[in-house]
């Protein structure tokens, strides 16, 4: 049975936990972005996509992932063990040495639900295109799903996939694009200006659709039930997911500056302060 939203919500709380203590425990990693896409990973993972028991890389009979902005992995891989792929006291480890949770995603220690290494920002849409085909030649009718930082997008890799995703008709594919405006440096108007990615992806012939309440699980539902009615029908899908960085933590939040930086002590238990739960079960 599938967990009602009040369960998904309390494992949203149990996630950004996670995220705040692998980050600061090592004072290294990516808190912003992590937060920002708790409720989307939460619910994708434990709702929206059809999973079988154990891994493979084939995949085959089953949805698969994708993760190109890599260096979201605090709250992928809190996701990945909250949803049974390998121990959550294994988020202990967490940029450690001979740790199979590197800072960015990596294939070569076989940790289970990670499918490409990603982190070299613009490569994981071309990799999902690959997958959504061999499963087109398998007669593998399950869906491929992606997620993008919206200032990865400047990376000029993503348009050659994304113009060859329509022109191939790869109908099998959901791009969630996290619009949360915000990169490293500043806002991603300042650092490079993409206008509207809407028109965009319509331009090059996506079926493109937006959930603006990004952080809200039900309208995250809603959506993505939107999106995969969608698939099927000659175009691939594009969902503009609007986040706000640092969700859930007031002083991370409306801010680029939580991109790439870890809490101190005083600041870790006052954002733990705001995600506490009675059925908490840290790691």
Known sequence: ??????????????????????????????????????????????????????????????????????HISPVFYSVLARSGYFPVSELATFRLINSRLQGHPTTHDGLPGVRIASGSLGQGLSVAIGAAQAKKLNGDNHIVYTLHGDGELQEGQNWEAIMYASAKKVDNLIATIDLNGKQIDGTTDEVLCMGSIRAKFEAFDWDVLEIEKGNDI?????????????????KPVCVLLHTEMGNGVDFMMYSHAWHGKAPNDAQLENALGQNYSEDETDY
């Open 218 to 234: 039900e309208a995250i539902l809603a959506g993505m039930t939107d999106a995969k009615s969608r698939t099927g029908k000659g």
């Open 1 to 70: 049975m599938k967990p009602n939203t009040q369960q998904l919500n309390d494992l949203t709380i149990q996630v950004r936990r996670d995220i705040l203590r692998m980050v600061h425990a090592v004072n290294s990693g990516h808190p912003g972005g992590s937060l920002g896409c708790t409720e989307f990973l939460v619910t994708l993972y434990q709702n929206l996509m059809e999973r079988k028991e154990g891994f493979d890389m084939d995949g085959i009979g089953e949805d698969l992932f994708f993760l190109s902005n890599g």
